[in-house]
């Protein structure tokens, strides 16, 4: 099956609206399958979800995590099991928190890195010069309240060049709620995962084997025939609340390499067979799924990267 | 509760980095509120000076991109001086406030904790409390933080 992720939420333990209780309903009402809790620089909001999980026995995960909201860029961080201390943070060696915090067993990822900074909000942008690209899991592409172009249409660019350069980074994306937001029509991260299946773990597969998708509601599943040559896409529905085809949409299969992107329209019921030849035999394809053109304003879903020998 | 400790301070303009503060205390107690408080938060006019100041360092940070005289104004009354502020207790986080209050404790007492911070069954041992300062956007901004401490009162 594939779980339904909300992985950037803040709760009023920082700056939010609602309460952790108000974060799980909010989040079971809207039939996520698991949420993440990523309050500004404090895990106190941890023992409280986990006490009204037990109490309320909802059919929801919620994965501990936080946002490090640093001077130099905020970093998010799942399966996060205490709080290390950030302050000493080193705008020229971020590896070394990234380090500290994986080898707690936490996932680390970048949020936001395009967002507005100095002079309005000091730490939004990602200033940190990094090294070592290796050294953290995950970008969040899709901050889905910032501004599409100036904010996340960079993101997914620089995510994707980096994986075509041959960086191993898996990508997310999130609400950044901070109230109940309307959240019909805007990217959800999914993964692959059982029924009761731990959450936590599920997660860390996923993000170490880059195996994550974001979507504003279907998916784009690929499958990879190497005795026959290509890759068969198919659109599988996630009934992710809000999210509307018309019949009257083109569906575009757009297959970004590091020598162009190759277009072709798709059905949402019949797959589609791409032969390697097509892709002039490139290694590295990153899949994405358009409604009606490529433009970014109608990008409906990325898919994990394929990566072919 | 009584008043263990007091102190105050002034930042300057562009201040980035954190001030701590420690406190060893020489007995346990059940209830302990950390108070911390600022002055001057938004710019108190938006002045032709102050647009041409900002339009420089967005040249400089955003290179290209254009904002309207509206976009820029609304921009700058929305910039605040932003100050996080930390607590632990013997090396262990208990606590951070994010939420910008201009005045704000970090109370804990068996009955009550503040938004932010980790209960704690009982206070005692060494309190390091850190005000970590985002952005300052005056110089003479002035603060001032106090850890009170004591047993809880049954009144």
Same mark, same amino acid.
Request: proline residues 3%; aromatic residues 10%; glycine residues 8%.
């Given at each position: 099956? =594939?779980?339904?992720?909300?992985? $950037?939420?803040?709760? @009023?333990?920082?700056?939010?609206?609602?309460?952790?209780?108000?974060?799980?309903?909010?989040?079971?009402?809207?039939?996520?399958?698991?949420?993440?809790?990523?309050?500004?620089?404090?895990?106190?909001? $941890?023992?409280?979800?986990?006490?009204?999980?037990?109490?309320?026995?909802? *059919?929801?995960?919620?994965?501990? &995590?936080?946002? =490090?909201?640093?001077? =130099? &860029?905020?970093?998010?961080?799942?399966?996060?099991?205490?709080?290390?201390?950030?302050?000493?943070?080193?705008?020229?060696?971020?590896?070394?928190?990234?380090?500290?915090?994986?080898?707690?067993?936490?996932?680390?990822?970048?949020?936001?890195?395009?967002?507005?900074?100095?002079?309005?909000?000091? &730490?939004?942008?990602?200033?940190?010069?990094?090294?070592?690209?290796?050294?953290?899991? #995950?970008?969040?592409?899709?901050?889905? *309240?910032?501004?599409?172009?100036?904010?996340?249409?960079?993101?997914?660019?620089?995510?994707?060049?980096?994986?075509?350069?041959? =960086?191993?980074?898996?990508?997310?994306?999130?609400?950044?709620? $901070?109230?109940?937001?309307?959240?019909?029509?805007? #990217?959800?991260? #999914?993964?692959? &995962?059982?029924?009761?299946?731990?959450?936590?773990?599920?997660?860390?597969?996923?993000?170490?084997?880059?195996?994550?998708?974001?979507?504003?509601?279907?998916?784009?599943?690929?499958?990879?025939?190497?005795? $026959?040559?290509?890759? @068969? #896409?198919?659109?599988?529905?996630?009934?992710? *609340?809000?999210?509307?085809?018309?019949?009257?949409?083109?569906?575009?299969?757009?297959?970004?390499?590091?020598?162009?992107?190759?277009?072709?329209?798709?059905?949402?019921?019949? *797959?589609?067979?791409?032969?390697?030849?097509?892709?002039?035999?490139?290694?590295?394809?990153?899949?994405?799924?358009?409604?009606?053109?490529?433009?970014?304003?109608?990008?409906?879903?990325?898919?994990?990267?394929?990566?072919?020998? | 509760?009584?008043?263990?400790?007091?102190?105050?301070?002034? %930042?300057?303009?562009?201040?980035?980095?954190?001030?701590?503060?420690?406190?060893?205390?020489?007995?346990?107690?059940?209830?302990?509120?950390?108070?911390?408080?600022?002055?001057?938060?938004?710019?108190?006019?938006?002045?032709?000076? %102050?647009?041409?100041?900002?339009?420089?360092?967005?040249?400089?940070?955003?290179?290209?991109?254009?904002?309207?005289?509206?976009?820029?104004?609304?921009?700058?009354?929305?910039?605040?001086?932003?100050?996080?502020?930390?607590?632990?207790?013997?090396?262990?986080?208990?606590?951070?406030?994010?939420?910008?209050?201009?005045?704000?404790?970090?109370?804990?007492?068996?009955?009550?904790?503040?938004?932010?911070?980790?209960?704690?069954?009982?206070?005692?041992?060494?309190?390091?409390?850190? %005000?970590?300062?985002?952005?300052? %956007?005056?110089?003479?901004?002035?603060?001032?933080?106090?850890?009170?401490?004591?047993?809880?009162?049954?009144?």
């Amino acid at each position: 099956m =594939y779980k339904r992720l909300e992985l $950037h939420n803040h709760t @009023t333990e920082s700056d939010s609206s609602i309460t952790p209780r108000e974060l799980v309903e909010f989040m079971s009402d809207n039939k996520v399958d698991a949420f993440a809790i990523t309050d500004h620089n404090t895990i106190s909001g $941890h023992v409280k979800i986990k006490e009204y999980l037990r109490e309320a026995k909802l *059919p929801i995960s919620c994965i501990y &995590g936080m946002e =490090y909201t640093t001077y =130099y &860029g905020h970093i998010l961080c799942f399966n996060l099991k205490e709080y290390l201390p950030w302050e000493d943070i080193n705008l020229h060696k971020p590896e070394l928190l990234f380090s500290a915090l994986k080898g707690k067993g936490a996932l680390v990822g970048i949020a936001h890195p395009f967002s507005y900074g100095h002079p309005f909000a000091r &730490g939004c942008r990602f200033d940190m010069t990094i090294h070592d690209y290796s050294s953290f899991d #995950f970008i969040e592409i899709f901050n889905n *309240p910032e501004p599409l172009h100036e904010v996340n249409e960079r993101g997914l660019l620089w995510w994707e060049e980096l994986v075509l350069k041959g =960086y191993p980074l898996a990508f997310t994306s999130g609400m950044d709620l $901070h109230g109940k937001w309307d959240m019909s029509n805007r #990217f959800a991260t #999914f993964i692959e &995962g059982t029924e009761g299946g731990n959450i936590e773990e599920e997660l860390a597969a996923a993000i170490h084997n880059r195996r994550t998708w974001i979507s504003k509601g279907p998916l784009l599943i690929s499958d990879t025939d190497s005795s $026959h040559g290509g890759i @068969t #896409f198919s659109i599988l529905a996630t009934g992710k *609340p809000g999210y509307i085809h018309s019949e009257a949409d083109s569906c575009l299969l757009a297959l970004r390499t590091k020598k162009g992107t190759l277009t072709r329209e798709i059905s949402c019921k019949v *797959p589609l067979k791409i032969a390697f030849r097509e892709i002039e035999e490139e290694t590295v394809i990153i899949p994405k799924l358009y409604r009606n053109s490529t433009d970014i304003e109608n990008l409906v879903a990325v898919a994990p990267v394929i990566y072919l020998k | 509760m009584e008043k263990i400790y007091e102190a105050g301070g002034t %930042l300057n303009k562009g201040f980035v980095g954190q001030i701590s503060y420690t406190v060893c205390l020489e007995k346990e107690y059940g209830e302990m509120d950390i108070a911390f408080s600022f002055d001057k938060q938004y710019y108190s006019d938006v002045t032709e000076e %102050l647009k041409q100041e900002i339009t420089d360092i967005c040249n400089k940070e955003y290179p290209g991109e254009t904002a309207s005289d509206e976009v820029l104004t609304d921009a700058i009354r929305g910039m605040k001086t932003e100050i996080h502020t930390i607590a632990a207790m013997n090396g262990e986080f208990i606590g951070g406030i994010h939420k910008q209050l201009t005045e704000r404790h970090m109370h804990y007492s068996p009955s009550f904790t503040s938004d932010g911070c980790i209960a704690q069954t009982r206070i005692g041992g060494v309190i390091k409390i850190t %005000l970590v300062v985002f952005n300052v %956007l005056m110089d003479d901004t002035h603060y001032s933080l106090s850890l009170s401490a004591g047993e809880v009162s049954n009144v």
